[in-house]
T-cell receptor
Framework: DAKTTQPNSMESNEEEPVHLPCNHS???????IHWYRQLPSQGPEYVIH???SNVNNRMASLAIAEDRKSSTLILHRATLRDAAVYYC??????????????FGGGTRLMVKP | DAGVIQSPRHEVTEMGQEVTLRCKPI?????LFWYRQTMMRGLELLIY????????DSGMPEDRFSAKMPNASFSTLKIQPSEPRDSAVYFC?????????????FGPGTRLTVT
C-alpha cells in the first residue's frame, strides 16, 4: 500500500496561514489524496480531497504537486479551533478492504493565540 | 442534515454484559462503517456495509462482535459478552460509496468502558 509521511507536529500563530505537508512518493496514478483531522475528544472530521488539480472548499485548500508525490493542506487563517491532528491518507477509487481509512501518525497542529 | 448520529455517547458496563451500540447514517449515504479507536492501536475498521449488506467484516476481532444493518437508516454493533479489552471509542461513519472518490463522515463516537 502507498504510504504517506507527515511531520509529527507543527506550530502556528492564530490568524496566520498554515501549510501542512505530506509526502507520498509511491502514490499510484489513481489514488485520491484525502485529508482528515481529529480534534481532541472528537471523531475524525473530513477536510478535503483531490486527485490531480488543486482543490478549495470552505475549510481549506489542497495543493497537489505536479508529479503527485507530495501535497500540502493549506489553512488560510488558523484559529484556535483548528488545533488538531491532521491525517493525509491515500485512497484508491475501487472498492477493497485496503481502501478503508487507516490513520497513521498524522501532524499535530498547535495554534498559539 | 444532522450528520451521523450515534448512541449512547458513553457506556459503562461490567465484564460479561451485552453491549449494543447504535448508528444512524446520513440520509442518502449507501455505505456505513464501524471503527474502533484506542491509544494502542489507533483507528481500526471493524466492518462496513454497502446498501445494507455487510461487505467486509475481517476487522471484527472475535465472534463476540456482531453488526447488523436492517435498513438504510440504522445499524447496530453488538458485543456479547463484553470484556475489559473492548474498552475503546467506537465510531460509525457513512459515505455515498465505499471508494476513494467519496469522503466519510464520522459520528461523535461511543466511549465504551468495560470494568
Amino acid at each position: 500500500d502507498a504510504k504517506t509521511t507527515q511531520p509529527n507536529s507543527m506550530e502556528s500563530n492564530e490568524e496566520e496561514p498554515v501549510h501542512l505537508p505530506c509526502n507520498h512518493s509511491t502514490i499510484s496514478g489513481t489514488d485520491y489524496i484525502h485529508w482528515y483531522r481529529q480534534l481532541p475528544s472528537q471523531g475524525p472530521e473530513y477536510v478535503i480531497h483531490g486527485l490531480t488539480s488543486n482543490v478549495n472548499n470552505r475549510m481549506a485548500s489542497l495543493a497537489i504537486a505536479e508529479d503527485r508525490k507530495s501535497s500540502t493542506l493549506i489553512l488560510h487563517r488558523a484559529t484556535l479551533r483548528d488545533a488538531a491532528v491532521y491525517y493525509c491518507i491515500l485512497r484508491a477509487p475501487e472498492v477493497s478492504a485496503g481502501n478503508m481509512l487507516t490513520f497513521g501518525g498524522g501532524t499535530r497542529l498547535m495554534v498559539k493565540p | 442534515d444532522a450528520g451521523v448520529i450515534q448512541s449512547p455517547r458513553h457506556e459503562v458496563t461490567e465484564m460479561g454484559q451485552e453491549v449494543t451500540l447504535r448508528c444512524k447514517p446520513i440520509s442518502g449515504h449507501n455505505s456505513l462503517f464501524w471503527y474502533r479507536q484506542t491509544m494502542m492501536r489507533g483507528l481500526e475498521l471493524l466492518i462496513y456495509f454497502n446498501n445494507n449488506v455487510p461487505i467486509d467484516d475481517s476487522g471484527m476481532p472475535e465472534d463476540r462482535f456482531s453488526a447488523k444493518m436492517p435498513n438504510a437508516s440504522f445499524s447496530t454493533l453488538k458485543i456479547q459478552p463484553s470484556e475489559p479489552r473492548d474498552s475503546a471509542v467506537y465510531f460509525c461513519a457513512s459515505s455515498l460509496a465505499p471508494t476513494g472518490l467519496y469522503e466519510q463522515y464520522f459520528g461523535p463516537g461511543t466511549r465504551l468502558t468495560v470494568t
